[in-house]
């Protein structure tokens, strides 16, 4: 008989119920795995297709924008515009003759700070396609002639140095002399303070030029948009016969902030907006962009009918 030592040696012998671990572990198992980080999918929108409106948020599509002069067709928003953009919103299609389109600014004082006044005058050339911050000349409005100038903010925000100050003047006085009326958009910080003292002269000049202007009995439209502020706000854009503006513009001399440590007290909400403006009196009326050119048409066939 068969001891069990015998029985089990046997190559009938049964397996283990359980298969021991492996002598060593598996090496892809020794580490956790890394995992490579998921990327969020992002749609990819081409640049110059659609834009946001910094009021009501919504995506519009870029044609759709330019279709409506750049104003939100959802709440109603005025993005800014160039002035060449809004010279040919307003006037008769060809009509426009610019005039001293090569003017150009000198750094009379040398002026430098982080990086000089020549070095900015270039910048602002290359980025705008213009010598300065404004654009003159005469034009026709609905069925009338008139001299026409339109300020550019991208081109150091508007600001009145020489160049812009010698171009309205000559503006007017070219105006004055064919019996014309001037129209005059705005769009500025103010005067020019790499200019200095020749800045503020600006003031001056383009006021006095405007005052023999209305002695002639020649009308004066000013056009205000946002923001119109300081020297010029304090100079020609608050000389009109007319004074309009866009929709909710920022209207004023100074910010709120010199204004509240200057004055001492608590400001108005809405102060220096063209509806706050408007009920005092400042302004005669409001006007959407898209309806300016038609109204600049009646408002001149009212104030200067022989120049039918």
């Known amino acids: 008989m068969a001891t069990p030592s015998q029985q ?11 298969t021991p671990p492996p002598e060593s572990p598996d090496p892809s198992f020794a580490k956790k795995p890394k995992l490579a980080p998921a990327s969020p999918r992002k749609r990819d929108i081409p640049q110059g297709v659609w834009d946001k409106c910094p009021k009501c948020e919504a995506m519009i599509f870029e ?33 426009f003759e610019e005039m001293d389109a090569g003017m150009t600014s000198a750094d009379t004082l040398e002026f430098t700070g982080t990086s000089s006044y020549a070095s900015k005058l270039e910048k602002h050339r290359q980025k705008t396609k ?4 404004v654009i003159t000349g005469l034009c026709q409005v609905g069925e009338r002639r008139a001299g026409l100038a ?15 100050g010698e171009k309205i003047t000559r503006l007017v006085e070219r ?47 000013s056009v ?3 923001p119109t502020t300081a020297g010029v706000m304090a100079s020609y854009a608050s000389l009109g016969d007319l004074i309009v503006s866009e929709p909710k513009a920022m209207i004023g001399f100074a910010g709120p902030r010199v204004i509240r440590d200057t004055t001492q007290s608590e400001l108005p909400e809405g102060f220096q907006t063209a509806e706050f403006l408007m009920e005092r009196g400042l302004i005669d009326a409001i006007i959407p962009r898209r309806q300016l050119s038609e109204r600049l048409s009646e408002y001149l066939g009212y104030l200067c009918p022989a120049t039918a």
């Open 130 to 133: 213009l010598n300065d911050a």
């Open 63 to 95: 044609q759709e924008l330019e279709d409506t002069l750049k104003v939100c067709p959802h709440c109603s928003h005025h993005f800014p515009i160039g002035a060449r953009e809004r010279i040919e919103s307003l006037v008769v299609s060809g009509s």
């Open 150 to 164: 339109a300020m550019d903010f991208n081109f150091l925000g508007g600001s009145m140095g020489s160049v812009v």
């Open 175 to 221: 105006s004055t002399e064919e019996q014309v009326p001037v129209i005059i958009v705005s769009s500025s910080g103010g005067a020019r303070m790499y200019e200095g003292m020749f800045s503020l002269m600006q003031m001056a000049k383009t006021s006095a030029a405007l005052a023999y202007h209305g002695r002639k009995g020649l009308a004066y439209i």
């Open 8 to 18: 089990g040696s046997g190559s009938d012998s049964m397996e283990p119920s359980l």
């Open 224 to 226: 205000l948009t946002h």
